[in-house]
């Protein structure tokens, strides 16, 4: 393909009708049509650029993490990582004809094992079947150079502090291999399981239109870097995750993972294992749950206890209570505990006062199949746990 108006320091090639039509089959599996679409423009970028490093520079370039998690990480954010030897490019796709500057996303600079040695700015016509690497730069640049937008979390760099000529890179690659191209990167924090499994149960909500944005970037940060954690986020998103606890298979000591004996989560604390039994006297089954509430401030657990019977007449009791976590006497001031129906439906609610050391709902009756919700409410977080009977 000629490029007549192509600026012949940057890169052009072209996208083939073929690989066009497989990346858009293969960009489907994402939970709107705007992720969707991020997809597309990763892949087409991929499968054009890839073979043609391969080809000219790198035989041995590879996708990093790996081409089975590309799909998990298109769900989270923009941009493609392609490890060569000892450094690691990042591709930043967009379709946008104003290359005024490169914006980056966070995760590709802040999440350490994530964290590129050079980004590079990529322009993709479909229409025309192209794309254009227009420019790059390196991770230390833009942290030391760049602008972060804190409201959007993207580090951008003008088009100006660039360098145009990709085989700049490669030259700099031959010459001075060990250039330094990456800033110091702070570590991110290692989330307790119970907190990710939250974590993934609120974000993996596909209600959330930017997870990215819903709790502190440390949070969304050390969840991404788990590979597994990141995994069941994306497949939670797509609704492949069942978002019922089947407590009819409860009472045949059959329970969903996060769901623990009283015992395991306060086995020094004889109050409150006393406590427990006397609200459980009549409950067959009695299973607790730690809920993490995250904000901008600091994170609050809380612990949602459930406990079914049987009764005379083949329904099924369900009693639901909210306790503070091991080592605190008291809920959090205004944490509420909300039963809602199948379709978020208000049923009963309950908010926690000053000193209170437990909530609970009306305990009520319901025939197998019965399908409800429980929320978990403090200030703007929730957590929302879906149950059929």
Known sequence: MMFVFADPSQLWLEI????????????QPFSSPSRRWRAYLN???????LPWLQEEYAPNAKVFPNVKALESVWEATNGTAITVGEKRLVLIPTEAVDDGELRVPQEWLDIPSWAGDYYLAVQVNPDEQWIRVWGYTTHEKLKQEGC?????????????????????????????????????????????????????QRLGNPEVTFPHLAVPFKLWGALLENENWRKQFYQKRLGRVSQAAQLGQWFGDLFETGWQSVESVFPESRNLATRFRRAASEAEVERVKLIA??????????????????TDDDRVRVRLQLHPQRGNDYLPTGVRLVL?????????????????????????????????????????????EDFVV
């Not at 083939?16 to 960009?27: A, C, F, L, V, Y």
């Not at 904000?295 to 612990?303: A, F, H």
């Not at 305990?363 to 409410?377: D, E, L, M, N």
């Open 148 to 200: 972060y937008d804190a409201r959007d979390r993207v580090y951008s760099l003008d088009k100006d502090e660039l360098i145009c000529d990709l085989s700049v890179l490669w030259v700099a690659q031959q010459h001075c291999p060990q250039e330094t191209t990456q800033a110091a990167i702070a570590p991110l924090p290692t989330l307790p399981k119970v907190q990710a499994e939250n974590l993934i």
């Open 16 to 27: 083939p009708t073929q690989i066009q039509e497989k990346s858009w089959q293969q960009s």
């Open 293 to 310: 509430l995250d904000s901008e401030s600091e994170g609050q657990t809380v612990v949602l206890s459930m406990g079914l019977s049987e």
């Open 340 to 384: 809602q129906s199948e379709e978020g439906k208000v049923l009963k609610q309950v908010e926690a006062r000053s000193r209170d050391n437990f909530v609970q709902i009306p305990s009520f009756k319901c025939f197998p199949g019965f399908r409800f919700r429980v929320q978990v409410k403090l200030d703007k977080v929730s957590v929302t």
């Open 43 to 49: 892949r087409v970028c991929l499968d054009v650029f």
